[in-house]
């Protein structure tokens, strides 16, 4: 399995960044897949899943401001995220569980500046 992250980059408080995660190696369609971001100095938090039932959930510091979606055809995930904050500041990862173990893409740096 493999995850390419991409879409990170610099923007101002405020603005929006739309991340993308293509997957590779799995059954895309049947798998939940899951952002996460760790700022500097803490723990990786998850910020937004997608079930493969096609339901979602968002952590507190996404919810009204982050949508994540898919689209199976293309098996990415996409992140939306807008009304930025400094402290949205982070690597962020995209996750899924297969076959008894994680992985992770290789992380897409998002710095929002005040």
């Known amino acids: 399995v493999q995850l390419q992250a991409s879409g990170g980059g610099l923007v101002q408080a405020g603005g929006s960044l739309r991340l993308s995660c293509a997957a590779s190696g799995l059954t895309f369609g049947t798998y939940n897949m899951g952002w996460y971001r760790q700022a500097p100095g803490k723990e990786r938090e998850l910020v937004a899943l997608s079930r493969n039932d096609g339901t979602t959930y968002y952590g507190d510091s996404a919810k009204g401001r982050f949508t994540i979606s898919r689209d199976n055809a293309k098996n990415t995930v996409y992140l939306q995220m807008n009304s930025l904050k400094p402290e949205d500041t982070a690597v962020y990862y995209c996750?899924?569980?297969?076959?008894?173990?994680?992985?992770w893409g290789q992380g897409t740096l998002v710095t929002v500046s005040s």
């Open positions: 996750h899924v569980f297969w076959k008894t173990r994680d992985y």
